[in-house]
């Protein structure tokens, strides 16, 4: 039994966002983006309440689904066809409370193993469907949901019977994982022969192995286990040109990488079944250290300085000042993190450190391995962290952030019931670059939220840290009428900070993939030229646009707000230079 | 002025292998393949003995080239057309040695710019010509040859005038580095502002960064500072879809990865005419350590530990049994290396450690950074070696051979001077099928050497580490007539090896690419439906095949002894099945 997350929000039924332990919020928003959250919210919206079109099914595709994947795993049934239809985007959210659906899919599939679905897709060839792979449905790109203009069958396959790990080579380090594996039962499978993946992106509770890959995921502890390009060593995917398995070798020089084609690839190559991923052995210890700098830029540098050093932490994140005081304004009553910022501490931290309040920003870096490997890596980041002025303030605040870390999505849902848009930006550049990208996409949204006429907020957080640079991650929020009308206004802000990442040396997604919502900004990040690299791609495996189209590349009007800035059409093969044409 | 390899051989004109200083290694080689170093050797061929083709070279097309790069860099001389037709594997030593030049190309141009890059590639688009990417001409796939049935006219485009580091970035780490700049030249510029790449493939005196992106090389120092794949973070190429231009972000979730496209792409998609890359500080100390080990098992249990453990060395080197032998017969009188192997050693590791010293086998193990890293680190992996029964044998024996490590390649014009065929094959695969793919290829080698009615000699090192695998490097010999005929048992005992490698869950090459020599396995490596993904790009991006055709992807016959065995022609956009057929 495959099951979901509320058709409408985030995450689990019985769980919701609640300020009620929390008794610094709401004045905080109420100062910030001058919203009373102390009211009685919107209800969500009911069911009964949707007008769902009915499914266009040929009965020869229907009965070729049944054949390919058994009755009891081919519905039509509204809900479920409701709940495929897109992923939790703002965007989503907003739509679905205001009753817009979108294009439905028209039947829902569930295979139980990889003939099924080579079965499920030759079906669907044939009677020139369109299919979309479902993992865990938490995208929040737009790449799950089919365009507005289909007017062929379109095929949801849900993954979600597909969730095994299937074999784990303790020599190696690898396991063979299907692709509908959700994180917690995926981690859960191994811990239990003591292996981890090691991945955990904020969306762990609800998305699956073949989502990650199809979005190119990162983690929290990513700066240790790679992201999901690097953990993934091979991949089976049922493609239209039969079913793509590459070797799980640890480097190759085959050409252009397959295995890199299907990363990232959003369902528009094929339908991944299973992947052979890197696994390691559970930590023999595992801290999270809290730190305070005095300020954002001295902090970035810290980081710089780490990634340079011979540490290697597991978790390297910090958080803006705005963030910092969000951060401070969330804790609970009595909770550790509630001492931290004890008047004491403040005292201290203003007397003897000279630190101006407003300006602090809360770090975490996490460490992993054998005793002495801790403490080694500890004291390398503990002399940087000091050289550029901050403290270490212990592993409480970073306990917290431990637990609660998978709970910020249901936040969302919590304001857009207060009457709230609030939603996230992320994007990496070069350390050299991350100052003035930082700075310039914070003022283009605070120019963003004045075009619009609201109080907005903007905070960030450093999230990974690589080689050469970090990855930087944006949430924003401001009070707005939760209505079809009110997503321009979002947009403004959102395209706002989308075009301050393609300003100032950033990529346009760092882990969030292109789907539709990114995809006008795809040729100004890999250049024209790159998005042909693609087409060609594309076009060649699937000429018929069966799989997942519109997503990447665009060219089809798949949700309000998108249709006028979706770019050119996605170029066929004829476009592409002929011989005997000038290269520019 | 571009400066080339000897046109018939490896290196500098003015280096050679010489055994005359090495005594025990005539009786090393007499014994195991039966073969008498101390004669005369054959002379190298003498360029006036060749027939050179005229070269087809239309005038409009002879005009545009020098409109786009200069009258003086476009050249028709004879010579320089021989030096760019082929790379040097050891099909091209035999066949240059016995006058067979294969398709020649016609003109050799040196663009000096990316300007100049486009204008050539517009003009060969223009006149249907190919075009032929050339960097050092280290290549030993055949990835630098022109199909012999060309018709069309035949361009070499030298990339060896963008020599340059245009910027290093210190914050970011990130170097823009000009794609024709060589090893040596990239390595200086970069060490004089206290930088380096740490880029060392064998082939590292005459290669180039562009050539290592086309063929995703790996170098000694992986293992520390990543395959070229890692280490390039953004490329610009000159496609026939304009000029590609990705940006220099630590990681982007933007669909498929152009960049990794790019890489290993072998001048099927275009140009490439500059990458950002990341560099290193030079490190503060650098040790390369030598262990000795009772068994190769022993060893590469030893080599896997060290790549689970926290220990993170700089280079993971072990010779089989075989090859220890043969570096002990190459050792120089009064050498270092002697030492190794004096009476007292010897009498020590037999009587004291019960080493049966024909199973013995040499490891070097690389630290870099600063004192208090590369002193844990020893002890890390001093603490495996010792549990897997290995010892330290100090740093004598891996200076020599850091010293020595870019001569190895002239070896093989020695042996072919005095009548042997010697070649290399490398592999990667998991840490768990290293052994049994071992024992296999080594099993298959030996049978071949059989078949062909000869003493072979087969020898191995593990070259890289990865988490859940590594590089094993074949390297074999025997005597053999230096024909054209005879290339054919070369062929036996080369593709006994590759399926080995096949069979055994490893790929075809590991670092060397795929070229004309390797393309026969690429479906079994990465499935009929890899090698479609890669047809889909080649043939969306080059519709005309003017892009170095025949390479990765087979289907034209470039070299003798490749045409039966070439595989099925290269798949169109129309083969790719269309909606309504079966995707198997």
Redesign the interface.
């Known amino acids: 039994m495959v099951t979901h997350m509320k058709w409408w929000g985030w995450g689990k039924e019985s769980v919701s966002f609640s300020p009620s332990d929390k008794p610094d919020l709401a004045p905080f928003i109420r100062t910030h983006i001058g919203l009373d959250i102390t009211r009685l919210p919107a209800q969500p919206p009911a069911f009964a309440d949707l007008t769902i079109a009915d499914p266009v099914l040929p009965e020869p595709l229907r009965a070729a689904l049944v054949d390919a994947a058994g009755a009891e795993h081919v519905t039509t049934d509204a809900q479920a066809r409701v709940v495929h239809a897109y992923g939790k985007s703002l965007r989503d959210l907003v739509r679905v409370r205001n009753h817009d659906l979108g294009r439905l899919p028209d039947v829902v599939v569930y295979p139980g193993d990889e003939e099924a679905v080579?079965a499920v897709?030759?079906a669907a060839?044939?009677a020139?469907a369109v299919v979309i792979p479902f993992g865990g449905g938490t995208n929040i790109s737009g790449s799950l949901e089919a365009p507005r203009t289909e007017t062929r069958p379109v095929i949801s396959v849900d993954l979600g019977r597909l969730d095994r790990v299937l074999e784990i080579?303790a020599?190696?380090?690898?396991a063979r994982v299907q692709a509908g594996a959700l994180g917690p039962g995926l981690e859960e499978q191994l811990a239990a022969q003591g292996w981890t993946l090691g991945h955990f992106p904020d969306s762990f509770a609800h998305s699956t192995l073949g989502g990650w890959i199809a979005?190119?995921?990162?983690g929290m502890q990513s700066d240790k286990y790679g992201?999901i390009?690097e953990i993934t060593?091979a991949v089976r995917?049922?493609?239209?040109?039969?079913?793509?398995?590459?070797?799980?070798?640890?480097?190759?020089?085959?050409?252009?990488?397959?295995r890199?084609?299907?990363?990232?690839?959003?369902g528009?190559?094929g339908i991944i079944t299973e992947a052979t991923v890197?696994v390691h052995?559970v930590p023999e210890q595992r801290v999270i250290l809290g730190y305070f700098f005095p300020t954002w830029d001295a902090a970035l540098l810290a980081m710089?300085e780490i990634a340079?050093s011979?540490a290697?932490p597991t978790v390297t994140r910090v958080s803006d000042a705005n963030e910092t005081r969000f951060s401070f304004a969330t804790r609970k009553r009595g909770s550790l993190a509630s001492s931290l910022v004890s008047a004491g501490m403040k005292q201290y931290l203003r007397r003897v450190r000279r630190y101006d309040l407003d300006q602090m920003c809360l770090s975490f870096i996490g460490f992993e391995?054998?005793p002495a490997?801790v403490k080694?890596q500890r004291k390398l980041v503990g002399a940087i962290v000091a050289r550029r002025g901050g403290i270490c303030v212990g592993t409480g605040p970073g306990q917290l952030y431990d637990q609660k870390k998978f709970d910020t999505p249901y936040i969302r849902d919590f304001l857009l019931g207060q009457g709230a848009m609030a939603d996230v930006s992320e994007?990496?550049?070069?350390?050299?670059?991350l100052g003035p990208l930082y700075r310039g996409v914070v003022a283009r949204a605070n120019k963003a939220f004045a075009e619009i006429g609201v109080t907005g907020w903007i905070m960030c957080h450093l999230s990974?840290s690589?080689?050469?640079?970090?990855?930087l991650y944006f949430t924003f929020a401001y009070a707005s009428p939760v209505t079809l009308e009110a997503i321009d206004g979002y947009d403004t802000v959102k395209s706002a900070i989308q075009q301050g990442f393609i300003e100032h040396?950033?990529?346009?997604?760092?882990?969030?993939?292109?789907g539709v919502e990114h995809a006008r900004w795809?040729a100004d990040?890999?250049?024209?030229?790159?998005v042909?690299?693609?087409?060609?791609?594309f076009?060649?495996?699937d000429?018929?646009r069966?799989l997942n189209p519109g997503k990447?590349?665009p060219g089809v009007d798949v949700a309000p707000g998108l249709a006028d800035s979706a770019g050119p059409d996605s170029a066929g093969?004829d476009s592409?230079?002929?011989?005997?044409?000038?290269?520019?």
Do not use: F, K
């Open positions: 080579r897709l030759a060839l044939a020139d080579d020599d190696a380090r690898l979005t190119r995921s990162s992201d390009a060593r995917v049922v493609t239209p040109a039969g079913v793509l398995v590459t070797r799980p070798v640890p480097s190759q020089s085959t050409g252009p990488s397959v890199e084609m299907i990363l990232g690839s959003e528009r190559l890197q052995r710089r340079a011979e290697a391995g054998s490997h080694a994007t990496s550049t070069s350390w050299s670059q990974h690589y080689h050469s640079g970090a990855c040396a950033g990529t346009l997604s760092h882990h969030h993939a292109v795809l990040d890999i250049s024209p030229a790159g042909r690299l693609l087409t060609a791609l076009d060649g495996i000429p018929g069966n990447i590349v093969p592409v230079s002929p011989a005997g044409s000038d290269p520019r």
